[in-house]
């Protein structure tokens, strides 16, 4: 069951900026649970990229921090990820879901060239 669909994913040169979106699958709406966005790149494990609570309190992955802002629009149903100063390490495939689910979508590619 498809809850989130991501996008704004592309590609971009490093030292540059993209703004990721999660929204709600169509005809469905965030519960109270904290939503997170995700990162899997290549050969590598998923791994936590920031998380927002249904109050706006954030946390960040130590590798983003000062670099990236998470950020939500109740009324939109939307979760943001606003990503600057892109390394290539970064390059991934972002996927956003409440905190601690296990079923994911597709999720959104980002490419970072150096």
């Known amino acids: 069951q498809v809850q989130f669909v991501e996008s704004g994913g592309g590609l971009v040169q490093a030292g540059g900026s993209l703004r990721l979106s999660c929204a709600a699958a169509?005809?469905?709406?965030?519960?109270?649970?904290?939503i997170g966005w995700y990162r899997q790149a290549p050969g590598k494990q998923r791994e936590f990229v920031a998380v927002?609570?249904?109050?706006?309190?954030?946390n960040y992955a130590d590798s983003v921090k000062g670099r990236f802002t998470i950020s939500r629009d109740n009324a939109k149903n939307t979760v943001y990820l606003e990503m600057n100063s892109l390394k290539p390490e970064d390059t991934a495939v972002y996927y956003c879901?409440?905190?601690?689910?296990?079923?994911w979508g597709q999720g959104t590619q980002v490419t970072v060239s150096s």
């Open positions: 169509s005809g469905s709406t965030f519960d109270i649970r904290p």
């Open positions: 927002i609570s249904n109050t706006g309190s954030t």
């Open positions: 879901n409440y905190w601690g689910a296990t079923r």
